[in-house]
Structures are given as structure tokens and as C-alpha cells.
Antibody, heavy 119, light 111 residues
């Protein structure tokens, strides 16, 4: 079964850091771009960052540039998001998702991990 | 403010047809980038419903269809069922922002 499982979320104080992980299974992880999308409580979806198949190319939405770092370990079939200097507005469910090959969209999503930034 | 504009809500009775619009601009939909649609049931992750404007992934009923014209796109749902009650999001790519962009979402209520 094709599956993505996120972990690492939690409650963190403003200015703090977290490392989110996404474990992939059931498909050739190293053949796909991967992405992180977040959803603030009661709000819509926002693309956050993505990374190409071998980790050499990364893109970020402006609001997280310099604070978030996306990475991957193809040997471990894992995707990561290091989030630093957290702000209240970063509070959201963070989903990892697989890019659909040949299309600028995402065909498989994890269940999400909640990040809450609060003092 | 979302780059792609969707109506906040739509509704319809069981068996009816509803459409959800998604309006973009010359840097995304109008630039030729495909539109994709997601369904998000309450408390769950989004699910890809339509990709490449009008293609359905395996397992998605043919009651769901997509179209695109100019700077806009639409999702149509025919034979509305109670289980279709969910939030629907359109998504594309924006070349000015170099970002993957979403619409603000539309809540579908089945009356």
C-alpha cells in the first residue's frame, strides 16, 4: 500500500524549533518530488516547500524562506522539514505529499501532523 | 487572500448537479498551467480528485469532472450524494510567484 506517515509535530514556544518527518512506503520514493503543505486551523491549504528526487533542488514559499529547510534521505525513504524561528502564524497541520510524475500536483498525502506555536 | 478564487460555499440537493468555479490570472491558469482539484472530507487529509484539468485518478467516480477555459476552471459534480459533502480546493502553479497555489476552498453542503 502506498503510504505517507508524518510525525514530529507538537506544542512549541514562539522562536522554537521542530523537525517534522514523513515516512514513505509502498512506492519508489527516490523517483518522486516531494512536498510539504500546511493548513492552519479552519483555513485553506498552503504549499510550503518541495524537493526534487535527489535533493539537489528545493523551493520554498516566501513566508518560510530562511526559517524552514526541506530535506530527504532516499536510503531511509524519508522526507523532513526543519522548522526554526517558529511564529504563531506557523500553527497548522503539516502534510507531506507526493508529486504526481509529469504533473504539477500531488497525488498521495499523509494524514498530517499538528504544529502549535504558543507560549 | 488566495491566488486562486473560489466561492466560499455551494449547495445542492441529492441527485442534483453542482459546479465550483476557480478563477486565476495570466500568471497561473491563464498561462496554461493545469488545474487540479482536491476533496477534503471533515477531519481528513486532502484527496486528489481531478488532475490535469479533466483527468480522474483511479477510483474517483465519473460523477466528478473538470474543465478549464482561459483564466478559469470548474469542477462539476453530478448525481450529488450525501457523502460528497466536503471542502473542495483547486490548485495550479503560478509562474510569477514560482509557487504551487491553491484556491481558498469551497464548502459543499448536500441539502
Amino acid at each position: 500500500e502506498v503510504q505517507l506517515v508524518e510525525s514530529g509535530g507538537g506544542l512549541v514556544q514562539p522562536g522554537g524549533s521542530l523537525r517534522l518527518s514523513c515516512a514513505a512506503s509502498g512506492f519508489s520514493f527516490s523517483s518522486h518530488w516531494m512536498t510539504w503543505v500546511r493548513q492552519a486551523p479552519g483555513k485553506g491549504l498552503q504549499w510550503v516547500a518541495n524537493i526534487n528526487e535527489d535533493g539537489t533542488h528545493k523551493n520554498y514559499v516566501d513566508s518560510v524562506k530562511g526559517r524552514f529547510t526541506i530535506s530527504r534521505d532516499n536510503a531511509r525513504n524519508s522526507l523532513y522539514l526543519q522548522i526554526n524561528s517558529l511564529r504563531a502564524e506557523d500553527t497548522a497541520v503539516y502534510y507531506c505529499a507526493r508529486h504526481l510524475i509529469g504533473h504539477l500536483t500531488f497525488d498521495i498525502w499523509g494524514q498530517g501532523t499538528m504544529v502549535t506555536v504558543s507560549s | 487572500q488566495s491566488v486562486l478564487t473560489q466561492p466560499p460555499s455551494v449547495s445542492g440537493a441529492p441527485g442534483q448537479r453542482v459546479t465550483i468555479s476557480c478563477t486565476g490570472s495570466s500568471s497561473n491558469i491563464g498561462a496554461g498551467y493545469d488545474v487540479h482539484w482536491y476533496q477534503q472530507l471533515p477531519g481528513t487529509a486532502p484527496k486528489l480528485l481531478i488532475y490535469g484539468n479533466n483527468n480522474r485518478p483511479s477510483g474517483v467516480p465519473d460523477r466528478f469532472s473538470g474543465s478549464k477555459s482561459g483564466t478559469s476552471a470548474s469542477l462539476a459534480i453530478t448525481g450529488l450524494q450525501a457523502e460528497d459533502e466536503a471542502d473542495y480546493y483547486c490548485q495550479s502553479y503560478d509562474s510569477s510567484l514560482s509557487d504551487w497555489v491553491f484556491g481558498g476552498g469551497t464548502k459543499l453542503t448536500v441539502l
